[in-house]
């Protein structure tokens, strides 16, 4: 494999996957493709769907990928609705749901799916906790809200280079690039 | 037409359209078949995309419908999430959110999408604000927290005849008997 596409209109998305693959002689390209996301509780059945519509359009491998916040006192909202709770709502929203809220349990979920001869998955999962304020100007989305069990920090509090140790999207980039390594899911 | 297939797994909507196509000389019949719903923003759009699914797969008249509620002050959240949305935070976490909010203008949307020898679809609104408080246990959903401007009361306060004199799904569905009556849209 020479190149590889991910499909992504997502800047920040595609930094980190750029940062995770770059060791490996494959170039990234990114891809903007409309595709139709289903409205599911599940990633894996989102981005499966997104695969298939994608791949018979599409002939080189690529790959694209889904995640969500999961917050245990809500039910899991916004869960993979996530993009467009945070286009409407924001974080602002999110806070004030969890006023008063003692439980602040969450966690972050990333898949990514990838299309070479046939359809893969990877998963990563990042526990945490949702902060009481917003903190931080780096990463996007709920990064500002959300503290991982690895840190005290929130995600908008750390670089890239950091995040990229440890966060579910890394998990599972780290999961296809071991797979693109070794040819073994 | 003898029989018309209404595509839903949710007992009140089946409820409100028996009612408003009963004079009519056709069998409605309530379906159970799940179709994709794609996350997009505009309701009718999502209802096409269903529409078209389940044209491939199933041949008798049918038709299925989709709503959301929209509220002003939260960028139109819920809007085409709002069962997700119902399921995960529900009434409470719309309250919450606005709490202290003064600006309390809302609005049900309601797109009917029709199969007959091609597709064809109806909308409805129903314009209103939402309550300070849960009010009434009649209907389903947001109902218990809207109050359209019809009335000083919830659509959880009203019973379903009267709620079918103007809610947003009685207009779509208004406009698909129309149709139906005459053969004009």
Do not use: W
Not at 63 to 88: A, H
Not at 121 to 131: A, L, Q
């Amino acid at each position: 494999m020479e190149e590889l596409y991910f499909i992504t209109s997502n800047k920040g998305k595609f930094k980190e996957a750029e940062a995770k693959i770059k060791h490996l002689d494959i170039e990234l390209i990114q891809l903007r493709l409309d595709y139709p996301e289903i409205q599911a509780s599940d990633l894996k059945e989102i981005a499966l769907y997104g695969l298939d519509f994608c791949s018979e359009r599409f002939k080189s491998p690529f790959f694209l990928e889904d995640s969500g916040l999961f917050i245990d006192e809500l039910n899991s909202f916004p869960g993979p609705y996530s993009r467009y709770v945070q286009e409407t709502i924001g974080n602002d929203g999110i806070l004030k749901l969890l006023l008063g809220v003692i439980n602040r349990r969450a966690y972050f979920k990333s898949v990514v799916a990838l299309y070479d001869k046939g359809p893969h998955t990877f998963e990563g999962i990042s526990m945490g906790k949702i902060s009481n304020e917003i903190r931080g100007k780096e990463g996007f989305g709920f990064d500002p809200i959300f503290i991982p069990l690895e840190s005290s920090k929130t995600f908008g509090e750390i670089s890239t280079e950091e995040k990229n140790k440890y966060s579910h999207r890394a998990k599972a980039l780290d999961a296809m690039v071991k797979y693109l390594e070794n040819g073994v899911e």
